[in-house]
């Protein structure tokens, strides 16, 4: 099946250009892979000082990936802000990836959708938002799919290419045939919430979360789930998602977060992982 989607999604597509909306951990990292990868990306935020940090993140990728200076300098050319949003008329793939705010995405996705060039990929990478509730603002909700990275973007390859009820094998297969054009695994699941990974995941995580604030050690947790074939742990892998993030991921499943829990405060204290320098753990 993946295939037949590879197939009908190439079909005339072709991803020379890609606008990111979001410049934050996810979009930013997008944005840099995808630069990477060798297309012309360009990514906005509200202001230059939030697309700063995600330039000076995909230059390190681009100096560890690439070997010749050439082409790290033509990958760095390749990644340009874009805090006015001028890519978006010109851009075969939109990804947006602002906040976990469901008004918010539909008022960037509404105010996108005269602007896109026909046959342009439209796409969230919403953790947990089903599609169908973004797509409802839209005029034509079958354009949306979701295209959700994990985090790190370079490190990981899965993708999953959410489809919603309004989409057809068309949007579908072009998002597939995206993901793999820049190198990742794409999976095509339903929408629901937490799609498929983070479904799984969160539980696991905040099952960690409840041992920790039971006064388990959070190392001695992260130590035994590595030991078990984990790549990192349940609590670093909070730190590394975000606790905002990981918040509202949680709210979204009807997990929560019990107020005045150590993760409640420390969300309330700014302190929301590796982001901010310190989560769980310090990171400084
Ligand atoms: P983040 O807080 O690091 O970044 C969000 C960025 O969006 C910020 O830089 C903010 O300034 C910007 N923004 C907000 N409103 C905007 C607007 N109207 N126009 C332009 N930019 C705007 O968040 P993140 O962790 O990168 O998450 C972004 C999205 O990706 C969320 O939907 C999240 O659920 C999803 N996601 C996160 C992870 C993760 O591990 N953090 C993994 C997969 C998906």
Redesign the pocket.
């Known amino acids: 099946a993946s295939e037949g989607l590879k197939k009908q999604g190439t079909k005339g597509a072709r991803f020379a250009r890609v606008h990111v909306?979001?410049?934050?951990?996810?979009?930013g990292d997008i944005a840099a892979w995808c630069a990477l990868r060798g297309m012309s990306v360009t990514l906005?935020?509200?202001d230059m000082e939030?697309i700063k940090p995600a330039l000076d993140r995909g230059k390190k990728l681009f100096k560890k990936r690439l070997k010749k200076k050439h082409e790290v300098d033509a990958a760095v050319m390749r990644l340009e802000a874009d805090v006015a949003g001028k890519g978006v008329a010109r851009a075969d793939v939109i990804i947006e990836?602002?906040?976990?705010k469901l008004e918010?995405k539909q008022?960037?996705f509404s105010g996108l959708e005269g602007k896109l060039k026909p046959g342009a990929i439209m796409a969230?990478?919403?953790?947990?938002i089903e599609l169908e509730r973004i797509a409802e603002a839209l005029k034509d909700p079958a354009r949306l799919i979701g295209l959700?990275?994990?985090?790190p973007v370079a490190q990981l390859p899965l993708v999953e290419v959410i489809r919603s009820t309004f989409n057809t094998d068309a949007e579908i297969g072009k998002g597939a045939a995206f993901a793999l054009a820049i190198g990742k695994s794409p999976v095509v699941v339903k929408s629901a919430p937490g799609f498929l990974v983070n479904r799984v995941l969160m539980p696991y995580m905040l099952g960690a979360v409840q041992r920790v604030e039971a006064g388990e050690s959070k190392e001695l947790l992260d130590a035994a789930a590595v030991a078990f074939g984990m790549p990192i742990g349940p609590i670093e892998l909070m730190d590394?998602?975000?606790l905002?993030?990981g918040r509202?991921?949680a709210t979204e499943l009807r997990h929560g977060v019990p107020e005045g829990s150590q993760f409640d405060r420390l969300v309330k204290d700014g302190k929301l992982g590796r982001?901010t320098g310190e989560g769980f753990y310090k990171w400084v």
């Open positions: 909306i979001g410049a934050g951990v996810m979009g906005q935020d509200i939030r990836a602002v906040v976990e918010v008022a960037i969230t990478n919403t953790s947990s959700h990275f994990f985090n590394t998602v975000g905002d993030v509202s991921v982001k």
